[in-house]
C-alpha cells in the first residue's frame, strides 16, 4: 500500500493475554518507530528500528513489551500479560532515513482495550 | 528533561478566522515537525521544519531556532480544520530515540 498499514485497528483483550500489534512500513523507509498515546495523554517513544540495527528499546516502558522487525520489513510489537494501564493507541510511523529531518509517516493506529 | 510546551491547549474560534497555535522547546534540535489527528486517532505530517518557513495552502509554519520557538498557522479556517494539532521535535546530539511530543493543541473550528 501507499501509506503506514497497521492491523489490528482495534484490539480489545483481558487482562493478563499476550496480544501483537502489527506494523507495515512504507516500502524502501528504512526508519520505523512504535509510538504510545495513552487517553488524556501526549504521545510517548517506545521503541525505533533502523535497517538491520540493534533496535533502540530506551522507550518501552517494561520488559512486557518487546517488537521485532523482520526482514527490515513489518515490524510486530508485543504486549506480555496485558494490564490495565497497556490501554493506549499504538502508533507506527515510518520514515526514508533514520533522524528528524526526514518527514515521518504515520499508521491509523491501533486502539487496544485491556478490560 | 527536555520539553515541548504547546499553546493554547484548547482553541475554539468561528470559520475564517486566522488561527495560531505556537510551540516552544528547550534544547538545540534537529528538526520539528508538525501533526494533525482527526478525531479517529489518525496522523498526518503537516509539515517538517529545520528552519524558516513553509507554507501548504492555508497552513504556514515558521520556526525560529535562536528562539527555540514555531508557529502553526491557519489561514481562513474552515470546520474541517478542527482537529488537534500536535508539535513534535527531533532533539540533536545523537540518539536515536525519536520524537519528542507536545501534549496537542485542542482546536475546534465552529461554522
Known amino acids: 500500500g501507499a501509506g503506514v498499514s497497521q492491523s489490528p485497528s482495534n484490539k480489545v483483550t483481558e487482562k493478563g493475554k499476550d496480544v501483537e500489534l502489527r506494523c507495515d512500513p512504507i516500502?524502501?523507509?528504512?526508519?520505523l518507530y512504535w509510538y504510545r498515546q495513552s487517553l488524556g495523554q501526549g504521545l510517548e517513544f517506545l521503541i525505533y528500528?533502523?535497517?538491520?540495527?540493534?533496535?533502540?528499546k530506551s522507550g518501552l516502558p517494561s520488559d512486557r513489551f518487546s517488537a521485532e522487525r523482520t526482514g527490515g520489513s513489518v515490524s510486530t510489537l508485543t504486549i506480555q500479560r496485558t494490564q490495565q494501564e497497556d490501554s493506549a493507541v499504538y502508533l507506527c510511523?515510518?520514515?526514508?532515513?533514520?533522524?528528524?529531518?526526514?518527514?515521518?509517516?504515520f499508521g491509523q493506529g491501533t486502539r487496544l482495550t485491556v478490560v | 528533561k527536555n520539553e515541548v510546551e504547546q499553546s493554547p491547549q484548547n482553541l475554539t474560534a468561528q470559520e475564517g478566522e486566522f488561527i495560531t497555535i505556537n510551540c516552544s522547546y528547550s534544547v538545540g534540535i534537529s528538526a520539528l515537525h508538525w501533526l494533525q489527528q482527526h478525531p479517529g486517532g489518525g496522523i498526518v505530517s503537516l509539515f517538517m521544519?529545520?528552519?524558516g518557513k513553509k507554507k501548504h495552502g492555508r497552513l504556514i509554519a515558521t520556526i525560529n531556532i535562536q528562539e527555540k520557538h514555531s508557529s502553526l498557522h491557519i489561514t481562513a479556517s474552515h470546520p474541517r480544520d478542527s482537529a488537534v494539532y500536535i508539535c513534535a521535535v527531533q532533539y540533536s546530539g545523537g540518539g536515536a530515540d525519536g520524537l519528542t511530543f507536545g501534549k496537542g493543541t485542542h482546536l475546534i473550528i465552529q461554522p
Open positions: 516500502s524502501g523507509h528504512t526508519a
Open positions: 528500528f533502523q535497517g538491520n540495527s540493534a533496535p533502540d
Open positions: 521544519l529545520s528552519s
Open positions: 510511523a515510518s520514515s526514508l532515513a533514520p533522524g528528524g529531518n526526514t518527514e515521518a509517516f
